[in-house]
């Protein structure tokens, strides 16, 4: 085990944490290792539930009433936190170590203003005035960037945005400069381009005050961004540790690898190199298998081997990297470098006639303005323009993206086609009809059939006290599509059978499925009337990675299938890229750019596409990326700015015709339109802002080769050592066996 | 906020009108019967008659109404039929006394319902969230009815401690007070603790307490500073609504105890038909309930700075 | 394969949420409070229903005036709780009365439920119009003060067993459905409701599959509270002289009727006091454990 040494900041050996319910003891965390030296950062990766988030508490001794410590050490800067009472923790928490939340409105009080919250860090620990603590807050927040300290010093957290409130609890976290930074998801609850400039500022801050980083995410991707070394986590165990480079390069647990595989990274494609997604689903702390966690829905199981004794971290000795561990028994075994190529290509969907035209489309709702102001002007109506000129066809068998932040009119959108809305002014051409004046009530059964929608949220989307045979019996009777209940019920079988679902869920209930499981539900009820179009609204959103990558996939194949066009409503420029044609970007319920995928993400490029592109973390550290942040915040849709809508925070605005004057759409070849005041020629001139290496995948499997060989080397040298003890004979043999191995390393193909 | 408030006190006085008007139909729709009612029944036809004419009772609805509404806003009941006096000289007097016995019954019950509510609700789950708890819900199952005839057993019949009647004839008597003040308390403070203990358990499981205990501060601060201030928003609400709850308290503890308060007023107006003394118990306990509703509301929204500054 | 068609297609039916308030009851086991209130009210409810059985005496026969506890009756049989002021035995009063409250006070809450669900529902899923009339009518109704509301509709319309429930719904409907309302506010913008809306579904179908079977939990909790204070009602009704009209046994006339003889002959009212407290008691006890229970998953 590590040794004790003082140069580490934290030191955690074996630590598990349990949590005890009712049912008995559930363990959260089980057998945690790591070590964190002053100004290194470290990320814990992980799908929810797989226990990342206990660490976190768990190093500030805070488990709550239900849970504890029940083995191992944490030594923080050399004291054990597991043995410090109440009040000695007390001094650590917050002076010392300090924590930065996922959801920042929550982790505010909203009863006192952040002046208070914030001085009252100083006060406590370090017992300063009142004065002087309120200079070093107003200082702090200067240096996390916050415009008119003075001003949120005296505001309350619901009068700041999202971004500005996460920016308030790192300062709070920063201000007694602790020794240790615990971040969990701090920007999951944040839109891209914000989590761009929170990320930037972060690194930045850490690297002034020399603090050590312990970064909770999910992303894989922004660890790439923000990470030293990296602790693969399942199901409460770590699988895998080791540096960004060394890990990105050959991941060698099955399931690091797998996660790889379910991201859509800049070089898959929907048709020639699809994602792989991990079988099965994440087990339940108390329903973890014997052996290996991963085994169930590990594709390298070895019966006998992975469901016996508990793996333990086996160290991978490579020269450069001299810390990599991975809790598997067949690692060196499994090549996983091959896998890494993704799954069987596809053949692509026939593009058809034309489905869905939107002809400027417009969306205002009204709302009443109740402020001082407006009562005595007499404008007590406002308007909120959701949807402004939209403009966009669809075909048959085409996937469209619609991609934006949180805000951007999106979902106003999707309730227009639905018919939960109706269009203030244009037209919605579904197969030629209007239908954006035609609330759902008085669409007919067939058009009602033709147009379904896949919900955001699998906890949401079945009504709870429904079976799922009847849930979706339901909508097969009212499409009309069958009323004979055999027939009905042969129905219901079928689309089970299409969402790979197993046929006796028809008598299950949703509390008893999965997200992911639940998730298909919603697309099998959606395909129930053969629709000619479908809407996703953020399908995958609340999805963990692996599972995403499956229902993607899915939607995918039985889009391929029935040929219906898709749309596909995201946040998520990456999922997007991956499976759309066509992509719409909007911001503030307007279109800032539309055209095909490749048009889109190669210049010319909208100002705020760039940023956009820009600021997705990709996770492959061979991929070269521009670094724009965007200052500022999203403006408020009751508010918006008069000229062009991005103009408050776009780096290249060109004067004050931005901030007054609604810029034209500029069509660039066939499809391809911008709307923005800087002319075409301009755009042009714009770099790639993500350059993937044309001989990428060639690039990294010889990476992955050569390092593997190298493993290998040093473990025949190992085994040559050891047998030069033993008899001659026995020697050479075991060189024979590991050179074998390193020849049996297959050439990986180049992409197609 | 201005703007909240006028709405808020525009939304009363709309209610107070459309309560008067429901009050007025309810009980002077058949005219014969309010004569009847007045006269006692065993008035001639004529003088009935004659006495409906007299007052008013011929003219148009709206027109009655609108009179009636007049002397109302300022002050003239009527005269009730079982005292033979103005109700005014009936009705302010008892009122009053019912004040007396509701200040104390709110200066007692709302500190202590108030502490045990974040005492239990401060460690969910504890030895004394579960004594408290469980004792407050057997506390407000206790009728008040009942818990006048059990109190009485034992402090009146059993100790011979406290007097039976609480009639104040020979003036006031602090002792005569106890029985009915604690009555009031034993049923209400059960429900604002509840309350309270929900509120305060709520927020010790919210994010901000969390943080406020991860910065390190002292958890006496923590409590104090971060916890109590919103632990304490819903309540006020709540404590404000006992006050229409105690309204209705009064008029069984009032009745048992002989006390000559509001309540047992409205209840011998009531069993008499007395219809004046009716109509102007009935709209002061509508305007109070409905006044302390728009304090409450207004006060909820003065506390809670997310709606304060919206 | 047929065969489970037959079973499992129809939607909610009163068997399924019957089987699943069954299950829910046995989660109680989860919570000491909440088994002491379903015992008391089980002791209760037995009670009512075998009355006759075990009723020792006719409650309404003058039998022996002002006998104490446990006094024997000269033609046979024990006056186990004494006997009041007209000769009734106390305890026979006490039997037959929980009949009298177990079926008044769940009839009224019943018929507030209706009442109050379908002004709920319709106040929040339609909202606009609907809204702002359902809402401010109750109100209305909810800035009387209860007691002073009651007292004058039984005023108003007099004293009996229907003006009794008649009074109970109106004023009871309007809490509710500010309960309904609340709930329905929330579930009409989950997910499934969108579902339903775009595929066509009538409001009615929203209101009654979507959202009602979804507001159970807390609506069943805010019943046993509300049983609880029916109860309460129906006593203090009953103590004030409005309530049921004699000689029926009802515990709240019971001990309005003897009150005053309570210096001297205390078990006259102090049983009846008992019954109705412990009866209230177990409802709320219920309502704790139901709420205890249901927060847990």
């Known amino acids: 085990?590590?040794?004790?040494?003082?140069?580490?900041?934290?030191?955690?050996?074996?630590l598990c944490l349990s949590y005890f319910v009712r049912a008995g003891e559930i363990p959260a965390v089980v057998d945690f290792s790591c070590t964190l030296k002053a100004g290194e950062s470290i990320g814990l990766v992980g799908e929810s539930g797989c226990g990342k988030s206990t660490v976190a508490l768990g190093i500030m001794n805070y488990m709550g009433n239900n849970g504890g410590i029940v083995g191992g050490s944490i030594k923080f800067k050399g004291r054990d936190m597991v043995a410090l009472n109440e009040e000695e923790l007390r001094h650590i928490r917050g002076s010392e170590i300090s924590m930065i939340y996922q959801e920042p409105m929550v982790a505010l009080n909203p009863s006192l203003t952040l002046g208070s919250q914030l001085m009252e860090v100083l006060i406590v620990h370090e017992g300063v005035s009142q004065a002087e603590a309120r200079k070093r807050s107003i200082q702090m927040l200067d240096d996390v960037k916050l415009p008119d300290a003075e001003r949120v010093m005296n505001a309350y957290p619901h009068q700041i945005s999202g971004g500005q409130q996460q920016r308030v609890v790192i300062a709070m976290a920063l201000l007694s400069s602790?020794?240790?930074?615990?971040?969990?998801?701090?920007?999951?609850?944040?839109?891209?381009?914000?989590?761009?400039?929170?990320?930037?500022?972060?690194?930045?801050?850490?690297?002034?005050?020399g603090t050590a980083l312990l970064y909770i995410s999910h992303n894989l991707g922004l660890m790439l961004e923000v990470c030293d070394r990296i602790c693969v986590m399942y199901s409460g165990e770590v699988v895998e540790e080791g540096s960004i480079d060394s890990i990105?390069?050959?991941?060698?647990?099955?399931?690091?690898?797998?996660?790889?595989?379910?991201?859509?990274?800049?070089?898959?494609?929907?048709?020639?190199?699809?994602?792989?997604?991990?079988?099965?689903?994440l087990p339940l702390p108390h329903e973890r298998p014997p052996g290996c966690n991963f085994g169930p829905r590990c594709s390298f199981f070895k019966e006998g081997l992975c469901d016996g004794d508990d793996p333990h971290m086996e160290e991978v000795t490579t020269d450069n990297d001299p810390v990599h561990r991975v809790r598997c028994y067949r690692w060196n075994e499994v090549d996983t470098s091959v896998a890494m190529s993704a799954g069987i290509g596809k053949d692509a969907a026939e593009i058809g006639e034309t489905v869905l035209e939107i002809d400027n489309m417009k969306k205002y709702y009204e709302v009443q303005d109740t402020s001082m102001g407006a009562l005595f002007s007499g404008g007590m109506t406002k308007y909120v323009k959701a949807n402004e000129s939209i403009n966009f066809t669809?075909?048959?068998?085409?996937?469209?993206?619609?991609?934006?932040?949180?805000?951007?009119?999106?979902?106003?959108?999707?309730?227009?086609?639905?018919?939960?809305?109706?269009?203030?002014?244009?037209?919605?051409?579904?197969?030629?009809?209007?239908?954006?004046?035609?609330?759902?009530?008085?669409?007919?059964?067939?058009?009602?059939?033709?147009?379904q929608m896949v919900f955001q949220n699998p906890n949401d989307t079945l009504n709870p006290s429904i079976t799922i045979g009847s849930a979706i019996s339901r909508v097969i009777t009212k499409f009309g599509v069958e009323s004979d209940p055999e027939k009905v019920y042969e129905r219901v079988m079928q689309l089970l059978d299409i969402v790979k679902l197993p046929r006796d869920f028809y008598i299950r209930r949703p509390?008893?499925?999965?997200?992911?499981?639940?998730?298909?539900?919603?697309?099998a009820r959606a395909f129930a009337g053969n629709p000619a179009m479908v809407i996703a609204d953020e399908p995958i959103s609340a999805l963990d990675v692996s599972v995403a990558a499956a229902v993607t996939e899915l939607l995918m194949d039985i889009q391929r299938e029935h040929k219906t066009t898709l749309l596909f409503i995201s946040h998520d420029l990456s999922a997007v890229r991956y499976l759309a044609d066509r992509i719409v970007v909007m911001y503030l319920g307007q279109i800032m750019e539309r055209g095909t995928t490749d048009e889109v993400f190669s210049p010319p490029y909208h100002p705020y596409t760039e940023a956009l592109l820009s600021a997705v973390p990709i996770a492959d550290p061979e991929i070269e990326k521009r670094h724009i942040v965007l200052e500022g915040n999203l403006p408020s849709v009751l508010d918006p700015p008069r000229g062009c809508p991005f103009c408050t925070r776009c780096p290249s605005r060109i004067g004050e015709i931005c901030d007054d004057v609604p810029p034209a759409v500029q069509i660039d070849g066939e499809s391809h339109a911008i709307a923005c005041h800087i002319p075409l020629e301009e755009l042009r001139k714009a770099e790639p802002v993500v350059k993937v290496p044309s001989d990428l995948q060639k690039k990294r499997s010889l990476l992955a080769k050569e390092a593997r060989a190298k493993v290998m080397a040093a473990e025949a040298a190992a085994a040559e050592a050891a047998a030069a003890e033993a008899k001659a004979k026995a020697a050479a043999a075991a060189a024979a066996v590991a050179e074998a191995r390193v020849d049996a390393v297959p050439v990986d193909k180049e992409p197609g | 906020m201005l703007i909240m408030i006028s709405k808020r006190i525009g939304f009363m006085i709309l209610t107070m009108l459309v309560v008067s008007m429901l009050l007025f139909m309810l009980l002077e729709f058949s005219p014969g019967n309010v004569a009847t009612k007045v006269l006692g029944p065993y008035s001639s036809e004529e003088a009935r008659q004659l006495w409906l004419e007299r007052h008013g009772y011929f003219e148009p609805l709206w027109w009655r109404y609108g009179t009636w509404l007049g002397n109302f806003v300022s002050g003239e009941f009527g005269d009730s039929v079982r005292f033979r006096v103005p109700v005014s000289e009936v009705l302010w007097p008892r009122l009053w006394n019912t004040a007396i016995l509701g200040f104390w019954t709110f200066a007692i019950m709302i500190p202590l319902s108030l502490i045990l509510g974040v005492l239990a609700g401060m460690r969910e789950g504890s030895r004394l969230d579960r004594v408290i708890s469980v004792g407050s819900i057997i506390t407000t199952s206790v009728p008040e009815f009942a818990s006048t005839v059990l109190l009485s057993a034992i402090f009146v019949f059993g100790l011979k401690w406290l007097p039976g009647t609480s009639s104040m004839t020979s003036g006031f008597d602090v002792k005569q007070m106890i029985l009915p003040v604690m009555v009031l308390i034993i049923y209400d403070f059960g429900y604002v603790a509840r309350m309270t203990r929900a509120s305060m358990a709520e927020v010790m499981t919210t994010h901000y307490i969390r943080t406020a205990v991860l910065k390190g501060l002292p958890y006496k601060q923590v409590?104090?500073?971060?916890?109590?201030?919103?632990?304490?928003?819903?309540?006020?609400?709540?404590?404000?609504?006992?006050?229409?709850?105690?309204?209705?308290?009064?008029?069984?503890?009032?009745?048992?105890?002989?006390?000559?308060?509001?309540?047992?007023?409205?209840?011998?107006?009531s069993l008499n038909q007395d219809i004046f003394v009716i109509e102007a118990c009935a709209m002061v306990a509508v305007f109070v309930a409905v006044a302390s509703q728009t304090i409450a509301d207004i006060g909820y929204t003065y506390l809670n700075p997310r709606i304060r500054f919206s | 394969m047929s065969n489970i068609v037959e079973t499992v297609t129809p939607a909610p039916t009163l068997g399924f949420a019957f089987i699943r308030a069954i299950k829910s009851f046995a989660l109680l086991r989860e919570s000491t409070p909440g088994m002491v209130g379903a015992g008391l009210v089980l002791f209760w409810v037995i009670v009512a229903i075998l009355a006759p059985l075990i009723a020792p005496f006719d409650p309404l026969a003058t039998l022996q005036p002002m006998a104490k506890p446990g006094t024997e009756f000269v033609k046979g049989g024990t006056f186990w709780l004494g006997t009041d002021h007209l000769g009734?035995?106390?305890?026979?009063?006490?039997?037959?009365?929980?009949?009298?409250?177990?079926?008044?006070?769940?009839?009224?809450?019943?018929?507030?439920?209706?009442?109050?669900?379908?002004?709920?529902?319709?106040?929040?899923?339609?909202?606009?119009?609907?809204?702002?009339?359902?809402?401010?009518?109750?109100?209305?109704?909810?800035?009387?003060?209860?007691l002073v509301l009651y007292i004058i509709i039984i005023a108003t319309i007099g004293s009996s067993g229907i003006n009794i429930i008649i009074a109970i719904t109106f004023a009871s409907a309007p809490g509710i459905m500010r309960i309904?309302?609340?709930l329905v506010l929330d579930l009409r913008n989950r997910e499934y409701v969108a579902a339903a809306q775009t595929r066509g579904e009538s409001s009615l179908y929203i209101m009654l599959v979507e959202i009602l079977p979804n507001a159970r939990g807390p609506l069943i909790v805010d019943a046993c509270l509300r049983l609880g204070y029916v109860i309460i009602t129906i006593g203090v009704l009953g103590f004030l002289g409005l309530g049921l009209p004699p000689p029926d046994p009802d515990w709240g006339g019971m001990i309005n009727e003897t009150r005053k003889m309570a210096m001297i002959f205390p078990h006259m009212t102090i049983f009846p006091c008992i019954a109705i407290s412990s009866l209230i008691l177990g409802f709320n006890l219920l309502a704790d454990g139901l709420r205890e229970v249901s927060l847990r998953d």
């Open chain 3, 180 to 182: 309904v309302r609340g």
């Open chain 2, 223 to 269: 409590i104090l500073k971060h916890a109590l201030r919103n632990a304490l928003i819903a309540p006020f609400t709540v404590i404000m609504l006992q006050i229409n709850w105690l309204l209705s308290g009064v008029i069984v503890v009032e009745f048992f105890f002989a006390y000559k308060g509001f309540g047992a007023l409205l209840l011998e107006a």
């Open chain 1, 394 to 451: 669809a075909k048959r068998g085409q996937t469209v993206g619609i991609v934006g932040e949180s805000g951007c009119g999106k979902s106003t959108f999707a309730k227009v086609l639905m018919g939960l809305e109706t269009a203030t002014s244009g037209e919605v051409r579904l197969a030629g009809t209007n239908i954006g004046d035609l609330p759902v009530k008085t669409r007919t059964p067939k058009q009602l059939g033709s147009l």
């Open chain 1, 1 to 14: 085990m590590i040794e004790s040494n003082d140069e580490y900041v934290l030191e955690i050996n074996n």
């Open chain 3, 88 to 146: 009734r035995d106390i305890l026979s009063r006490i039997i037959f009365g929980s009949q009298t409250v177990l079926f008044y006070a769940p009839l009224a809450t019943v018929f507030a439920y209706t009442l109050g669900i379908l002004m709920g529902l319709a106040a929040g899923y339609h909202l606009g119009w609907w809204d702002i009339v359902l809402s401010r009518i109750s109100d209305i109704i909810l800035s009387f003060p209860v």
């Open chain 1, 178 to 209: 602790p020794a240790l930074l615990l971040l969990d998801e701090p920007t999951t609850a944040l839109d891209v381009t914000v989590e761009a400039g929170i990320v930037e500022l972060i690194a930045e801050l850490s690297k002034k005050y």
């Open chain 1, 511 to 523: 509390r008893q499925l999965s997200g992911g499981q639940k998730q298909r539900v919603g697309i």
């Open chain 1, 248 to 281: 990105f390069t050959w991941p060698k647990h099955p399931y690091t690898h797998g996660l790889f595989g379910c991201i859509p990274l800049p070089h898959a494609d929907k048709n020639a190199r699809p994602l792989t997604a991990i079988t099965g689903q």
